[in-house]
């Protein structure tokens, strides 16, 4: 293992490249909001400047990730695993916020944040998933990692979460030596355990509800979206004087911000943006090619598997082509504990590019 | 083993993905954009507001002044309402609400609102309530705060009222529109946006409520004034202006005076009252307009505390005090403030221009022989006026002829005190710039010579065109006796201004409290309205003034008082216009008061002597 030194960057040899693309995606999620505030007054209830102090709190957060060592890492998952899912056990003993038990509220210790423990377990979990494949014949023991964690997080109960983590994990299964056989059957169990669940009334009435009113008619909030979205046009209503009156989105800081985004960027915006990410996953492929060692490969993947089907889920739901789940796009919409993570994961991916010596 | 070809697979897979959802985003934003354009301009998402319930406003001791209670408003939702259940309605509502007339019900059902009010619900049993919420799906109850003012007049002025906003106030306080209320004046003027909390919202689209978001409520205020000091305060103050009814026989009745105690520390406002007063609670039910405009006549709506001009009169003397210790100036041929001088009752004096003139003073047989302290003490003008002379011929037409003015203006007079309330007053100290500027301005009000000695003369002794605050008065005593000029302010948390520095010694400010006892002891002008105390009036202190007014207006009684002088907490300035003779008037409502804030025995307050 490499022993690097520790310079004011981040341990030397840090991959600008990585930490350009991080301010680059915050940068354009400042701008977006910037369209949604009155005015820049720089309080803690505007927005924008509450998102202009998240990103710079993702900043360190980035740097700190990236004085951890993989080897370190490596050795701290299985700790950090099951601090991870007795933090997820302890949430069963939180009072509910709003109907469900999601969040930690620090409150009486004197901050005032609820902080949302199902952001930061996504990554000790893909990170445990890593660990396990690389090692051989651990897999079992991985499955029922996954199961119980995939558990604790449904009965929150957080639909949406759980759906993202059993996608992410089943492709990280798949890009293992796993056999196809398997692979179909575990998909088959899936599936058959969701009606087993219907069947049984674990589903809460509130899931169903989403669920079913997808299908029965159109969603008030997707519709919408899609609304907003198409009055960007091509050029977006931005940088031009829109005669189209803005439309009403719901929550369209946070989970909606992409059609905030359209609106304001247009195709050519949004192209825009959905091209940075192409890159950044080409990027880090290279990598993945490149490294020798297993766990890395895993590790690499599986974030950028976490990344992508977080963005996909938010597309599909804001394109109302799945029912509302509540996954926020990464790095562009409002919100302190999703930048917190992906600060997390940019970290561990510049580590790796650290250790594999690739600079800028 | 890590298979590459399956991850491969994967991003594959995504790439696929994206080009379906880049399709359907181009579809969107190219071939349906003409569509949608159309689509959100039918669209009419109508926003209702909700109003925020206000912050509660509370006193030095934690009681309630303001208070803000939510009550259930019963409203229709008329996008419900239809030919069909329209006659449906109006019975339920006849039936159920018999104080409505059939006028107000009509207004109900012919209204264009999206939802329309129908009741106040606070009154009317949980039963009903409920069988119109369940049986009747256009009936929406909604939670609205009502403000009420638990002291009702006692804190008119300083808390202020509420009122429906006008154009200006929509612009100026975004939260206007939503809570359809902002503050006209008052405290509730001057933190608006602290109070007001941010109203909730109801989203429709068409019948249905799309969306909604909660009221977020306003911040709490604490004031530094204590309930039972602003009692006795006002108390006090409408005692002295009956009293002075009593004592006068005028043309006018006497019914304007203000009164405000100030923490010497701080700078807090301890009590502040305003008379002729009014009952803020009157404009949350709405004030008819004979009463508005009654209570508008008497000039009810103006806090004389802040903005009552006045000229000082003799408390103005404080600031010559002042110069003349800081700059060593005084009457001619004396050089410390021990020399005396010997007031006759009246000064002659000739100017350059060779005019020749005569002031009388107050007391026609004159204060004798008198240094500075028996000239505060007796308020003995010739002294003062010998000042103002030798001042003159100094500095006469001179870059320092506006020493005395500048000396004011460093204890805030003509300027702002920056106290937290709204529309406060600056008054003037007048000087050569002002009166030329008048000249063109207001010509016939200044003579065609411009600034002449006789009006340094009067500015001295506080008469002539100066006018002053009670506030800038209280205020300038305070920076006198601490050396720091800071906002006096209502709301404890207040972030302080400090407006100026100045340069006071411990030695100035024990001679200044020294003499300002002698004001309210044996031989001073405030004696007679101290005298009930005995030997407690032995560490009081204050100034008298009477100040002199234009035309058949009587005087204005002022005095400043403060409440100990080996150890000084409060100022207290009263001022009572046309309330004659400040010993006479003012200065026994300030005693009362000081009797409060000392914890003795409160007596009722008794005309004193009359003199100035």
Known sequence: ?360 | MFNQLRLKFTFVAFFILLVFVLIDIFQLQTREFESTSQIIDRQNLDKFYIAAPRGEIFDAKGEKIAETKLEPHLFINMRKITNQNSSNYRQVIQYNFPTLSIKEINEIFESKDILHFVINLSSVEYEVRNNLLTNFDAFLIIDLPIRSYIKNELFAHAVGYLGIPNQEEFDQFKNAIGNNQVGKNGLERYYEEYLSGIPGELIFSGSDIVDSKQPIPGKDLYLAIDSSTQLVTKESLQQGIDLANKSFELQNEIKRGASVVLDIETGNIVSMVSLPDFDPNKFVSGISDFEFKQLDRDQAFNNFAIQGLYPPGSVFKVVAYWLALSENIFPEGLNNKDAKYDCEGSLSFGFDDGSQQVYNDWKIEGHGKVDLTDAIKQSCNVYFWDIALNIWRNFGNSYGESILQEYSKELGFSEKTNVDLPFEKVGIIPDRDLFEEWKVSRPGLVREEGWLGGDLMNLIIGQGAITTTPIQVANAYRTLLTGVNLSPTLNINAQKITNKKINVSDEFILFLLKDLNTVTNKGGTAHASFSILGNKANDIGGKTGTAQNAGDKNNTSWFVGVDSVSNPKYIIATVVDEGGSGSAVAAPISRRIIQHLLEYELTPVEFGEITE
């Open chain 1, 1 to 360: 293992m490499i022993n690097r030194k520790i310079t004011l960057l981040g341990p030397e040899g840090t991959n600008l490249y990585i930490l350009l693309q991080f301010m680059l995606f915050s940068v354009i999620s400042w701008f977006t909001l910037f369209s949604s505030v009155e005015s820049i007054e720089f309080e803690a209830s505007n927005i924008l400047t509450r998102q202009i102090i998240f990103s710079l709190i993702g900043i360190i957060v980035f740097f700190l990730t990236t004085y951890l060592s993989i080897e370190n890492l490596f050795n701290l998952i299985n700790s950090l695993f099951l601090l991870s899912i007795s933090v997820l056990f302890g949430l069963l003993f939180t009072t509910p916020i709003l109907g469900v038990r999601r969040w930690y509220d620090l409150e009486p210790v004197g901050l005032p944040i609820f902080i949302q423990p199902s952001e930061f377990s996504k990554i000790v979990l893909v990170l445990f998933v890593a660990k396990m494949l690389s090692q051989k014949s651990y897999k079992l023991l991985a499955i029922s990692g996954v199961l119980v964690n995939l558990f604790l997080i449904f009965i929150q109960p957080d639909f949406g979460t759980t759906m993202l983590l059993l996608i992410v994990t089943s492709l990280m299964f798949f890009i293992s030596d796993i056999k196809m056989r398997s692979a179909v059957l575990g998909l088959l169990i899936l599936f058959l355990s969701f009606f087993i669940l219907l069947e049984f009334n674990l589903l809460g009435d509130y899931q169903i509800s989403r669920i079913t009113d997808f299908f029965i008619g159109d969603d008030f909030s997707q519709n919408q979206s899609r609304l907003s979205i198409s009055s960007g046009g091509l050029f977006g209503t931005y940088f031009t004087d829109s005669q189209i009156t803005e439309v009403f989105v719901p929550v369209q800081t946070t989970d909606f911000i992409f059609s905030l985004y359209s609106r304001n960027f247009g195709f050519f915006g949004g192209l825009l943006l959905i091209t940075l990410w192409i890159v950044f996953f080409f990027r880090v492929n290279r990598i993945i090619k490149l490294t020798q060692i297993e766990f890395e490969k895993y590790l690499l993947s599986g974030l950028l598997i976490l990344l992508g089907v977080q963005i996909f889920i938010n597309l599909f739901t804001i394109l109302g082509f799945i029912p509302l789940t509540g996954i926020p796009f990464p790095l562009l919409s409002l919100g302190g504990s999703s930048i917190f993570s992906t600060a997390i994961i940019f970290g561990l991916i510049n580590r790796v590019f650290i250790e594999n010596n690739i600079v800028v």
